[in-house]
């Protein structure tokens, strides 16, 4: 295609989720999709091959759970309000608050859901503060000096999230501390949610271990059930964003490609985090050094929005870029498709799935109308 376009592989996403079923089997616990990664709906009907639940953040995450995927939310929000509460219950089999505040505010009115509590373990791994759920002065959480000895009575589960993009050996060192703080009220419990950040289908990542880990939970709180909800897990490594060279300027002796994409607007977690994607092709380089690893052929890689920031650098590559010429990103299925935006009006990529017999589907292409309906 001549316009820029995210690919989910379906032979890749299948693998995934057919991993991460056998995690869930081996480890006895309920592995559900977290829609802050990934909601490309028109895939769903792969997934419940696979699971059978989702987690859901919002009233429209909530929606998207029982109206596309077909089965209620495992629901979390740091704040539920009067105008939008009934309606995501309606939505939610599981409804977690966020502090004890919004559970006296709301508990009565969530009667039909399995409520749970969000605790703050105060111990967290994750190095940059931008996604770090446990730093000093967070907003998620009930420490456990807060908690009353018996909790009230409709409390069925706790609910916690500590990682991001994490292995067994994080979660094996957090849940020491989550046990430490927190296993006295165990017993009053049905169900812990483990929340997201465990990449199980990491190559590396460390599966026996995992299952050791649980094999030793389910020994000591046999009668807890237990969730996982990663959202990169499911959609790790199963595809690219393809774009296109539309320009290349110099200034200062640094060359820019620009492209027809957009990092702010597409690839917005390689400015917030920051890190540098992997480029097909291409090796990223130090643009302090003069020395690269294939050729004298460095570029910036410069996005299509007004944003003085919006690119990536340096890149070298093996040839000389060309106008016209694809530069296609790895891994950009996970935390890019649900976090994209219109700034400066840019087209949103095209989203297609290429499919195990080698056929590409467009599932979604995007016009003016998109952006002017946002505007509404």
Not at 125 to 141: D, H, I
Not at 268 to 273: F, I, Q, V, Y
Request: net charge negative.
């Amino acid at each position: 295609m001549s316009t820029p376009i995210y690919i989910i592989e379906e032979e890749k996403l299948r693998h995934n989720l057919s991993l991460i079923r056998q995690v869930a089997e081996r480890t006895d616990s309920e592995f559900i999709l977290a829609f802050k990664a990934f909601a490309l709906w028109k895939t769903f009907p792969v997934f419940r091959e696979y699971i059978h639940s989702t987690t859901a953040s919002s009233l429209s995450e909530a929606k998207l759970a029982l109206n596309e995927f077909g089965s209620k939310a495992h629901t979390f929000s740091p704040a539920y309000t009067d105008e939008e509460i009934d309606e995501i219950v309606a939505c939610s089999s599981h409804l977690t608050f966020n502090s004890l505040s919004q559970y006296e505010r709301y508990h009565h009115r969530a009667a039909a859901c399995s409520i749970g509590l969000r605790i703050n373990p105060e111990y967290s791994e994750v190095g940059t503060l931008l996604y770090n759920p446990c730093a000093a002065g967070t907003r998620f959480g009930v420490t456990a000096d807060k908690l009353p000895e018996q909790l009230p009575f409709d409390i069925e589960g706790f609910h916690c999230h500590c990682h991001c993009e994490s292995g067994a050996d994080v979660f094996e060192r957090t849940l020491r501390h989550i046990e430490e703080k927190f296993s006295p009220w165990f017993p009053q419990l049905e169900w812990i949610n483990f929340g997201g950040g465990h990449l199980v289908t990491r190559k590396d990542y460390d599966i026996e271990l995992l299952v050791n880990i649980m094999q030793g939970f389910h020994q000591r709180y046999p009668h807890l059930k237990v969730i996982f909800e990663p959202g990169s897990a499911f959609a790790w490594q199963t595809g690219p964003l393809v774009s296109h060279v539309v320009d290349i300027v110099e200034d200062k002796g640094i060359r820019t490609a620009i492209l027809d994409v957009s990092f702010t607007c597409h690839m917005p977690d390689c400015l917030e985090m920051p890190y540098y994607p992997d480029v097909r092709g291409a090796v990223h380089v130090d643009e302090t050094s003069h020395l690269s690893p294939l050729t004298s052929h460095h570029y910036r890689l410069g996005g299509n929005s007004c944003l003085a920031g919006d690119f990536m650098s340096s890149w070298s590559f093996d040839h000389e870029l060309q106008v016209g010429e694809e530069v296609i990103f790895e891994d950009m299925i996970h935390y890019t498709t649900v976090k994209t935006n219109m700034f400066n009006g840019i087209s949103h990529p095209a989203i297609g799935m290429l499919h195990e017999d080698g056929q590409l589907e467009i599932l979604r292409q995007y016009n003016y109308e998109d952006y002017r309906n946002r505007m509404d």
